[in-house]
């Protein structure tokens, strides 16, 4: 009751100075954080100390991955991955939802999939449009995952997917030659991680990405990682995400950043009427306790050889609040005669709008126009450029040129943003502004 009021009386004022709901947003997030000390603890350790001794046996640990997939009792199991581990299929697809969405990756894009086993991840890339290289230290492996996109009539052959064996050194291509580097729980089984952090980079184009889904802290001292060890000699390193994260910035990466996102066992449900009050604040602790432990416990990592920022050529969130300027009254237009409207736009997703005309992610206003019963009169009515590129959180005002309207009758203009040739905001979550308007 008391918060429905509330929200009643902040929405016009934060709609109208978004800058208002940040200040507001930012105090709760300061009143809070001593609460929440308990999770700031100290960073892990690494076994770097190992590190130059695990290096010398990367010979040694290729042919023990090799023979791990040479002695697999059961290469159905593995060639039929993720439908073969009913126990782990929701959390494969959640893991490749994530590492796509990480990299902002396109039909198109030219994909590494570093230490792909037998190839299950990049033969779903292939299918998605990708162009995929496997790159392992393992030949049985990589000749089951070759086998694995004969199998498929579907497999888009004419997108060349490539196999390559490697010494575990260098990876076998080019320097900038690939769009994104993908690893899944493979990272912490290189025993000579900088040094491909270093090749990664190497072959990555200026704007390229790496994402990785790796087990976070303990993994190497679990009881599973040491039964496997012990039985097959393959290694499990431990590796702190603070560490990953320096290196890969000495290695020319300019940005490392860590996905905010949890897998199962960490999904909570609530009672579906609890969710108002969840988002109100009621169970925080124990929402974010779980989310600490699960992203203690698995990564997911980006690293950007470029600007991390999406933008409309990629794009993330798109969000905008349109906002019309003038008075509040009804809308009235004379018959025949445009009629100019001033909208001010705010940028409330995470990705950066671009201007350009004609370039890729081009950004512009644009309204539909229909009747007042909904019925459609002209679905692409208007567009209007954008003053400039427009940052997250950043604001412009626009004015806009309405087109003469001939029947005199009541109409809906509903104002966007779109990114031409690729979306409408409102296909992605924006919630256009309608502007109902009355012609004589
Ligand atoms: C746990 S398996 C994961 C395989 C695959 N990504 C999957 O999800 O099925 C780890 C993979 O890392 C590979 N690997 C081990 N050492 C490597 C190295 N130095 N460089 C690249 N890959 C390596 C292994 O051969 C194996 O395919």
């Known amino acids: 009751m008391i918060s429905d009021i509330l929200r009643r009386a902040l929405r016009p004022l934060f709609q109208r100075a978004p800058w208002l709901r940040t200040l507001a947003l930012g105090s709760v997030d300061l009143l809070v954080r001593p609460a929440l000390f308990p999770y700031r603890r100290a960073r892990p350790s690494s076994n770097a100390d190992d590190a130059a001794m695990l290096e010398l046996k990367t010979d040694e640990f290729n042919r023990e991955a090799e023979h791990y997939f040479a002695a697999y009792p059961d290469p159905d199991r593995l060639l039929d991955k993720p439908f073969s581990e009913p126990e782990f299929f929701s959390q494969r697809l959640i893991d490749v939802g994530v590492l796509v969405d990480g990299l902002r990756l396109r039909p198109g894009d030219v994909v590494l999939e570093l ?37 498929d009539p579907r497999t888009n052959w004419h997108l060349e997917p490539e196999f390559h064996v490697y010494d575990g050194h260098t990876l076998p291509l080019d320097a900038g030659t690939v769009d994104r580097v993908v690893l899944y729980d493979a990272f912490h089984h290189i025993p000579n991680p900088w040094q491909l952090l270093g090749e990664m980079r190497r072959v990555l184009r200026p704007n390229g990405i790496v994402a990785m889904s790796e087990p976070g802290r303990g993994h190497s001292t ?28 000495a290695s020319g990466f300019v940005a490392a950043r860590v996905i905010l996102s949890g897998r199962p066992p960490s999904l ?36 950007f050889a470029g600007d991390p920022e999406p933008t409309t050529r990629r794009p993330k969130r798109l969000v905008a609040n349109i906002r019309r300027i003038g008075p509040r009254r009804a809308l009235q237009i004379s018959r025949g005669k445009p009629i100019e409207l001033m909208f001010d736009v705010h940028n409330a997703g995470d990705t950066h709008w671009l201007r350009g005309e004609n370039a890729a992610g081009w950004t512009r206003f644009g309204a539909h126009l229909y ?11 208007v567009r209007a450029s954008l003053p400039q590129d427009v940052a997250p959180e950043q604001n412009v005002h626009l004015v806009v040129t309405l087109p003469a309207i001939q029947e005199p009758g009541n109409y809906l203009v509903v104002c966007d943003l779109v990114i031409e040739g690729a979306t409408w905001f409102a296909e992605r979550g924006t919630r256009p502004l309608e502007v109902p308007c009355r012609v004589v």
């Open 222 to 249: 679990s009881p599973s990682s040491l039964a496997e060890t012990a039985a097959t000699g393959v290694l499990e390193n431990e590796l702190a995400l603070e560490e990953i994260a320096e290196r890969a910035l």
């Open 268 to 303: 909570l449900e609530i009672d579906a009427r609890d969710l108002r009050p969840f988002m109100g604040g009621r169970s925080f602790g124990r929402y974010w306790k779980n989310l600490c432990t699960a992203l203690d416990s698995h990564h997911y990592i980006l690293l």
């Open 115 to 151: 230490g792909a086993g037998t190839c299950w991840l990049s033969h779903l890339l292939n299918r998605y449009g990708c162009k995929t290289i496997v790159v392992d230290v393992s030949p049985t492996a990589l000749s089951m995952g070759r086998s694995l996109f004969e199998r």
């Open 371 to 381: 009747h007042s019963d909904r019925t459609l009169v002209d679905y692409d009515w």
